[in-house]
Every structure is written in C-alpha cells, then in structure tokens.
C-alpha cells in the first residue's frame, strides 16, 4: 500500500513537471510569435480541399507595430471627443516613429480570376489623410506646434542642405502651415533633375491632400498635366488641359498653356524613350531603370562562325606576368582578432560535392537545359567577368587580360550545405535544377554575378579573401564573445535560406586597385548577427543603393560610392517561412528617383530612391512545382526531422526581374508563373500575363528587356513580345532549344538555339532575318550572348568567347602570328 502511494506521488510529480514544461514551451512560441510583431502574408481561407490542391505559398511577413495601433486608437478617440491636442500630439509621435511600417485594408485587395494582390502603404500617410479630414478649428490645433517644429527643421539646416530640410518638412510636418510650400519647392527641385515622377507625387499630394493650401491651384495641375506626359499618360494630360482651358477662375496665360501644350504634342510624336546607357553595358539590363538595350553587333557570323579568342575560367596570363596560384585555396582567413578564431586550418570550409569534372557537368547542361549564369560588364573596350574565385577584366578585342580582383572564397549558399537539398527524392525528375556545388555556382547563384560599374569603379560582390587577412570586418559580425548567448537564429525559415558569407567589394574599373571593402552587417548592437548582399548595387545620385539581408530581415541599404559607409537603410521585411527560389537574387531597379524592387518573397516595393522612404508595396501569390500545401505541412510539423525533402520547388521565372517602362512597372519574380504590371504611381495591378499564355507548354523563362513600348521576353525554345501599355501580346515565335540566355540589341533580338547557332529576329513581327553557325571548344553549347558595340560575346561553362567569322577573322589572327613568328 505504502509502495503504491509513493508510486502515485512520484507520478503526480512526473506529471506536474511535464505539464509545466508544457505551458513553458507553449508560452515561449506564443511569445516569439506575437514579439515580433509582424503582418504574416498568409493565404487567403480556403477549404480543405482548396488547400490541399493549392500552390499558394506563403509570402514575406511586414512590420506592424501593436504600440503603435494602440497610439493611433488613442489619438482616434481622442478626436472624435474633440480633444485635437492630445490627438494630434499623438499622430505627430506615430508620424515620427513609422517611416517603415505598413497597413492594408480590404477596398485595396485586387482579384483577378485566378490570383489576389494586396496593396500595402505606410502608416504615415493614413495619418496625413486623418489630419486633413479635421474640421478647422483641429487643424489649428494641430499646427500650433507642428509650425514651430517645421520652422525649426527649416532654419537648421545651411543653404546647401535646403532640398533635406524640405524633405524632413514633407515627411513630418506636411500638414503644418508650410507643408505645401515645401512641397511645392521641393517638386519644382526634382523637376529641374528630370525626376518626374516623384515630382508628380508631391504635386499630386498638394491637391489630394492638403485640406486649405494657399499654393495656386492652376499652376499645380499645369505642372502635372507636362509631368504625365513626360512619364508616358498623355491621355490624362490631355484631359487636365481641358479642364485648366474650361477653368474660369484660372489665372494662367492662354500662351502658356499653348507652349505645354506643343510640349505633350512632341512627346506624343516621339518614338518613346530608347533606355540606352551612356557606359556600353555597365550592369545587368544595362542601366539602374534596367530597361537598357545592348548596343548592336558591328560584327556577327554570317554563316560559319567560332571563337576569335576565349578565355577559360583557368585563365591565360600574359607573358611577365607571375604564375597564378593553382593551389587549392584554404578557408578564408578571418580577422585575427576575433574571439571566436573562427578559422578553419585543415581545409577550405565549402561542402557538397567539389569533385564533378567539367565533362560531367557539360552533360547535365546539355541534358538539362540550363541557363548559365554568368554575367559580362563592357566598357571603354574592356570586359568584366568572374571566374571560379575572382573578379576578372580583359581587353575586349584580344582576350588579353589587364588586370585581376584578388583571390576568394566562392560564397556558397547555405541551402547548398544541406543534404536533403542536394538529394531530393525526385532526383530522376526530368526537369532537376542544379543542386550540386559547381552546378549551383555555375547555372543557379545569380547573386555571386552580382556587379555593376559606377563611375570609374567597378563595385561586385564577392567571396571573403583567402590570400590576406580582413581588418576589422570580422568584429563587425561578432562583437565580444559575451554576445554569443544572445545569438540570433531564424528559426521561423524553414525553406531554402539565401544566407551567405559574401563581401562588397569596389575596384578601380581601369587598374584593378582595391577602393573598399565591406560587410553587410553594421556594426554596434549586443547580438551576434550574420548578413550578406542579396542583390546587384545600383547607383542614383550620389548613392549606392543595395539590398541586404541581415538574418531574416531585408533591408534596403544606402551607401557613399566611394567609401562604403552606409548613408541608411529601410526595413522591408521578413524571408517567408517557404524560404526562397534557389536562384533568387533582389532586383532593384531606379528610375525618375523611386526605387524598385522584387524580392522573390511574394512583395515588390517601391521607395523613393534619395530617403529610401516607402511609397507602397504589394504582395502577390507564390507559386510552387510540389504540392505547397504539403510543404508547408511537413515544414511545421516535423518532415525535417524525419529525414524528409520539404525544399519547395517555385515555379516562376529564371531571374527576379522589374522594368519600370512607361508609366508601368513590369515584375517577373522567381516564386511567381506569372509575368505582371503594376501602375508606378499607385501599386494597383494593371495586367497579368502567364508564363505560358494558353497552356501552350512553351514556358517564358527570362525578361530580355523593354524597348519603346514593346516588352520581350524569352524562354529556351521561345520569343514573345507584350505591349507594356496593355499586357496584350503582339507575336510569339517558336525555334529549337537553345541552352544560354539571348540579347536585346537595338537592331534585332539574337538568340542561341540548338547547340551551335545563333538566329536574329526582327524587333517589330519577330521574324527571322539571320541564322548563323557557331562552333565552340569542348563541345560546348552557345551561352549567354552579350553585345558591346562591336561583336558578340558567348559566355558557357567556365570560359568566356569572342565570336567571329571563321573565314576572315580567324585568318587574319593567324597571318598576324605567322608575321611575328616570321620578324622574330
């Protein structure tokens, strides 16, 4: 009996414990759920049924802040008893606390027949509309201390700063007795620049917004009826001008609006706005608007053709210059400082499989059908390319090189480190993406070609380097060794993570010399924290505009192009909990001052490029090869631990791609089947387009560019052209597979089919004009085709190629070496 009873005390001990560690447990995920506090971008509800045969992934998660919806409840109360005081004081502290947070609401959710997009905008604009919609006597409330405060912000700044202290106006104070002179002077600023559209936007918000502005209403809708035309909505500059002409009470001179009106009419009449960047091709889709068309070929094949000199990723030094180091590279050497001697003395720290020979992986390309990833800069006669671990620059003309990055890890993704990654069950699947080491570095990680020239400075990302030591770089990652007890670890990504351990890195474009280098986590703060570059940079102005991933947050980060240091950086969100494609990079695209991007987590943003300020954003589905339901099912309740594949597959297009083009917004995501346009000013949803119109099978896999008002995109055996206005699609043209991506030049569209041509098609109906033979080295299929000016470049596995026509070019190279053979 006694035994007994102390068998059921035990037992209750036994089971008080285990309850306790459960509601421990229970609390801490409730906990870490709610502290964040974020917007999840879920599904819409569906039944079971819908859900188990969906492929709606879950999308990136935006910034709310609970603290901050109970203020604005507060000061919403607060007026509606009249107490505009204390209202007021409490929307300017929300104004000034919520540059990066976001709401959506119903009346701004889209749904076309198949799919829904959400709009999102900025908390301080939702305040801005509350403050103009009090009656007057609140008004004045509210401005008796937001005039003091605006004066302040005026007066602070010197004469050259004038434009900041107009911004800091508009973004603070705009509904103060000065918000619409500033803004006002401020559009009139970006106008002289050419920056219409943001121009546009402040004008608009005078008229919209500003409840009793004192600014003269005629010469405001003057400015945006020019401004529309000039960012391609002539219909609705017409229209202004109509009503200005109508306008009784206008003071504006018939003369002046005639002269606007000859201006819209030129615009009309023009042949559009041919995006061709000064540099002959300085980055990924040419300029920062990404809109850029590759200058035509001077030299093509006619009919037989191969390599006037190739480049392998071995390299081919001239003579004088010293071996290159053939050995295989250690693990990056970190900061010798650092606490945690994070350094690895038996070997390089890269894992998967680094033993495919070139013929193995020659195969599955051609087996395959996949697109290389390589990148090629051209400018002043030189090319810029990146082998295996270093960052390249060779004579155009010759293949000779000129100068040469120093020597890097390959910064290897971390979901390539996992097995399960690089052994899917499906791995007979007759569509298998590159999943082994070198695959992925050669056919998938479009982030590692990230680079673009600024200046006289080519600026790239790159691995950590492995022949000198980083000062001062590694201590910004790990700050003290205390710090490692509050290690931050995203546990919410279960998907494919993008993290990796990559550099910026800024060369002398003519001489190579090294100008800076950086990581991507700031320095300061108690917490251990990893980052990496997620995308190419692009410059505007006197910035350096990159994204940035710090452990799961993506940021927008600003810095000076000639010293590294950052300027700021805007909050956009969270990585989904699916992860993200495996060859996803951020894409941000500049034009007119708003910045861009696509993130390839189901948000496209748009900021202004100068304060990284938000404009809008808006979600839209994910898509996904396997059953995402099932996916996400397996993420949240064990499949990993089971040893089980739940790396989702996305079905979308082969690079993160956005056009700004007209007064539209092209956006083709890596976690999206569709191909979309977005009105730039607004975020609404113009017109969508499937991968593959009709169910045709034909899938377009990549956007090559925007010219006029044509938009072409392109897949392995594909060519079609949109119009950007509509989304209506004007032609398609069918041709056998190619194995590269093609090039939009301004004579024609050519593109590598088969294993050894290269067919030009016509810009206007897509009709074949040329058809050309080219034969490579080692059996290698035409790559990627890159024009600068001159000739055509084909960029395969490991080796870059100038081509030519066999008859004359090659002849001639070889009297020329016979020549010198001959003096010698």
């Known amino acids: 009996m006694m035994n007994s009873k102390r068998k059921y005390i035990n037992l209750m001990k036994l089971n008080k414990a285990t309850v306790l560690c459960f509601f421990c447990v229970l609390k801490f995920v409730i906990i870490s759920g709610l502290a964040h506090g974020q917007i999840r971008i879920g599904p819409p509800e569906k039944s079971g049924e819908e859900l188990a045969n969906s492929q709606w992934l879950e999308g990136a998660t935006l910034k709310t802040d609970s603290a901050i919806d109970e203020l604005m409840a507060r000061a919403e109360q607060f007026s509606k008893q009249g107490r505009y005081d204390l209202a007021s004081s409490l929307w300017q502290t929300v104004i000034d606390s919520s540059n990066d947070l976001v709401f959506s609401n119903e009346e701004w959710v889209e749904r076309t027949l198949s799919h829904q997009y959400e709009l999102y905008r900025s908390v301080s604009g939702e305040i801005e509309n509350a403050l103009s919609a009090l009656p007057m006597e609140g008004l004045k409330g509210y401005r008796i201390n937001a005039d003091a405060e605006a004066k302040e912000v005026l007066s602070s700044y010197v004469d050259e700063d004038r434009e900041k202290a107009l911004a800091e106006v508009v973004q603070r104070y705009f509904l103060s007795s000065l918000g619409d002179d500033a803004a006002f002077e401020l559009a009139c600023l970006k106008l002289d620049r050419y920056e219409f559209l943001p121009a546009i936007r402040l004008l608009e918000k005078i008229i919209d917004d500003y409840p009793d502005s004192d600014v003269n209403r005629s010469e405001v809708v003057l400015r945006i009826a020019a401004l529309n035309a000039r960012v391609g909505d002539v219909q609705r500059s017409l229209k202004l001008l109509s009503e200005l002409k109508n306008d009784k009470d206008s003071l504006l001179s018939k003369d002046l609006i005639r002269l606007v009106e000859e201006d819209i009419a030129e615009v009309d009449r023009s042949e559009g706005n041919r995006n061709?960047?000064?540099?002959?091709?300085?980055?990924?889709?040419?300029?920062?608007?990404?809109?850029?068309?590759?200058?035509?070929?001077?030299?093509?094949?006619?009919?037989?053709?191969?390599?006037?000199?190739?480049?392998?990723?071995?390299?081919?030094?001239?003579?004088?210059?010293?071996?290159?180091?053939?050995?295989?590279p250690k693990t990056a050497l970190g900061d010798m400082t650092d606490p945690f001697a994070r350094r690895n003395l038996f070997g390089s720290s890269q894992s998967g499989n680094a033993k495919l020979t070139n013929d193995q992986i020659l195969s599955s390309w051609k087996k395959y059908g996949w697109t290389p990833s390589a990148q090629l800069l051209c400018d002043a006669g030189y090319v810029y390319f990146k082998n295996d671990n270093r960052l390249v620059c060779a004579n155009g003309e010759s293949g000779e090189l000129v100068w040469l990055g120093f020597r890097n890890e390959y910064p290897q993704p971390n979901f390539t480190k996992n097995y399960r990654f690089r052994r899917p069950?499906?791995?007979?699947?007759?569509?298998?993406?590159?999943?082994?080491?070198?695959?992925?570095?050669?056919?998938?990680?479009?982030?590692?070609?990230?680079?673009?020239?600024?200046?006289?400075k080519i600026i790239t990302i790159q691995g950590i380097p492995?022949?000198?030591?980083?000062?001062?770089?590694?201590?910004?990652?790990?700050?003290?060794?205390?710090?490692?007890?509050?290690?931050?670890?995203?546990?919410?990504?279960?998907?494919?993570?993008?993290?990796?351990?990559?550099?910026?890195?800024?060369?002398?474009s003519r001489n190579g010399k090294l100008q800076w280098m950086r990581s991507a986590v700031e320095g300061g703060g108690d917490m251990i924290k990893s980052g990496c570059f997620i995308g190419a940079p692009v410059p505007y102005a006197n910035l350096l505009l990159v994204p940035v991933l710090e452990e799961s947050g993506i940021y927008l980060t600003?810095?000076?192009?000639?010293?590294?240091?950052?300027?700021?950086?805007?909050?956009?969100?969270?990585?989904p909990e699916p992860g993200v494609a495996s060859h996803s990079l951020v894409m941000v695209a500049v034009d007119g001052g708003e910045a861009y991007m696509v993130t390839g987590s189901g948000l496209v943003f748009s900021l202004d490029a100068i304060s990284g300020s938000l404009n809008w954003v808006v979600r839209y589905p994910r898509t996904a090869k396997n059953n995402a339901a099932r996916m996400q099912q397996l993420q949240r309740f064990g499949g990993f631990a089971r040893g089980m594949n739940v790396y989702n597959e996305f079905d979308g297009w082969g690079v993160d791609t956005i056009i700004p083009a007209s007064n539209a917004l092209i956006v083709a995501p890596s976690d999206f089947n569709q191909l979309m346009a977005f009105d730039r000013r607004t975020g609404k949803l113009l017109w969508e387009s499937a991968r593959s119109p009709g169910n045709a099978g034909q899938e377009g896999g990549y956007v090559l560019g925007a010219l006029d008002d044509s938009l072409y995109v392109a897949g392995a055996d594909v060519l079609r052209c949109y119009n950007v206005n509509g989304g209506?699609?004007?032609?398609?043209?069918?041709?056998?597979?190619?194995?590269?991506?093609?090039?939009?030049?301004?004579?024609?569209?050519?593109?590598?089919?088969?294993?050894?041509?290269?067919?030009?098609?016509?810009?206007?109906?897509?009709?074949?004009?040329?058809?050309?033979?080219?034969?490579?080295?080692?059996?290698?299929?035409?790559?990627?085709?890159?024009?600068?000016?001159?000739?055509?470049?084909?960029?395969?596995?490991?080796?870059?190629?100038?081509?030519?026509?066999?008859?004359?070019?090659l002849k001639s190279n070889l009297e020329k070496e016979l020549d010198a053979n001959l003096e010698n």
């Open 276 to 328: 061709f960047s000064e540099k002959v091709w300085p980055m990924i889709m040419g300029d920062p608007s990404r809109s850029g068309v590759m200058r035509a070929p001077e030299i093509v094949p006619s009919k037989k053709g191969a390599a006037v000199w190739i480049q392998n990723y071995d390299l081919t030094v001239p003579d004088g210059w010293p071996e290159l180091r053939t050995d295989k």
């Open 425 to 456: 069950p499906n791995a007979n699947n007759t569509e298998k993406i590159p999943r082994e080491l070198k695959e992925v570095q050669y056919f998938s990680d479009h982030v590692n070609q990230s680079m673009c020239i600024v200046g006289n």
């Open 466 to 508: 492995v022949d000198f030591v980083e000062e001062g770089i590694a201590n910004a990652e790990v700050p003290d060794p205390a710090a490692g007890r509050a290690a931050i670890v995203n546990r919410g990504a279960t998907g494919p993570p993008r993290m990796r351990k990559n550099r910026l890195v800024a060369y002398h």
């Open 558 to 575: 600003a810095l000076n192009p000639d010293s590294g240091v950052t300027q700021w950086r805007t909050f956009l969100g969270d990585e």
């Open 728 to 809: 209506k699609m004007l032609w398609e043209k069918t041709f056998p597979r190619g194995y590269g991506r093609g090039a939009l030049t301004a004579d024609g569209i050519y593109l590598p089919s088969g294993f050894d041509k290269i067919i030009r098609f016509r810009l206007v109906d897509g009709e074949q004009e040329d058809e050309s033979g080219v034969t490579l080295t080692n059996n290698q299929p035409v790559g990627n085709l890159f024009s600068n000016g001159k000739r055509l470049y084909s960029l395969g596995l490991r080796q870059v190629c100038s081509l030519g026509e066999v008859n004359v070019e």
